[in-house]
């Protein structure tokens, strides 16, 4: 299935509410499908708390990343479920006509969408959506997947960090630290520090 990563996909904060509290939700399966009028999909995974808002409410707001958006975005809507968690704790700055948050920064535009029609594929749903309202917000690029796997996710270190120390040439044995002490004797050979090395 490898061969799916190349397919590319923008990432965008999709903004619900319960009637209760705001929601949002990183999401990266948006698409235009029709014009005339103008058809917008949108796929969300059934595990997904907005998934269940969006199928009651028959609404929702796409707001597109822009380059600009830190991993910190990510965090609050992507790694955290909005049954637990108040995602607009802060409070929501900017509301479209239908009356859903529009993030106020890091995106460049946001469309109000209108649910259609409600297909069942399985782990996902899939909105067909009309548009109701459109903003544009900004002009920076919008955010695709590979950009955030390039240039916003957290590295993981490729090595993990050598320890320092020293290492005794006779049997192996390594003692951690900066400084090898002068009269250190191997608590396994018995040989003296000056059978040691330090390590490579």
Same mark, same amino acid.
């Given at each position: 299935?490898?061969? !799916? ?5 923008? !990432?965008? &904060? ?19 499908? #029709?014009?005339?009028?103008? +058809? ?6 059934? /595990? ?16 597109? !990343?822009?380059?600009? #958006? ?12 909005? +049954?637990? *968690? ?5 409070? &929501?700055?900017? +509301?479209?006509?239908?009356?859903? #948050?529009? !993030?106020?920064?890091? &995106?460049? *535009?946001?469309?109000?969408?209108? &649910? ?16 109701? =309202? ?21 590295? +993981?270190? #490729? ?17 951690? /630290?900066?400084? @090898?002490?002068?009269? @250190? ?8 520090? =000056? ?6």
């Amino acid at each position: 299935m490898s061969a !799916l990563f190349n397919i590319g996909y923008g !990432l965008y &904060v999709i903004t619900s509410n319960d009637g209760k509290k705001d929601n949002g939700m990183i999401g990266n399966t948006v698409a235009q499908v #029709a014009n005339g009028p103008t +058809r917008i999909m949108v796929s969300i995974n059934k /595990g997904n708390y907005s998934h269940d808002v969006i199928k009651e409410t028959g609404i929702m707001n796409v707001n597109c !990343l822009s380059v600009d #958006a830190p991993f910190s975005v990510f965090q609050n809507f992507g790694f955290q479920s909005g +049954r637990d *968690a108040d995602k607009f704790a802060e409070g &929501v700055s900017k +509301r479209s006509a239908n009356g859903l #948050a529009v !993030l106020p920064q890091y &995106v460049n *535009a946001c469309i109000s969408l209108k &649910v259609e029609e409600y297909i069942d594929m399985d782990s996902h749903g899939m909105f067909i959506c009309t548009v109701t =309202e459109e903003m544009i917000l900004g002009e920076k690029e919008t955010m695709t997947y590979t950009y955030y796997q390039n240039n916003v996710k957290p590295k +993981r270190n #490729a090595e993990p960090e050598k320890k320092k120390g020293f290492v005794c040439k006779i049997c192996g044995w390594i003692y951690e /630290g900066e400084t @090898l002490p002068p009269d @250190l004797i191997c608590p396994i050979c018995k040989h003296p520090a =000056e059978d040691f090395e330090p390590i490579q």
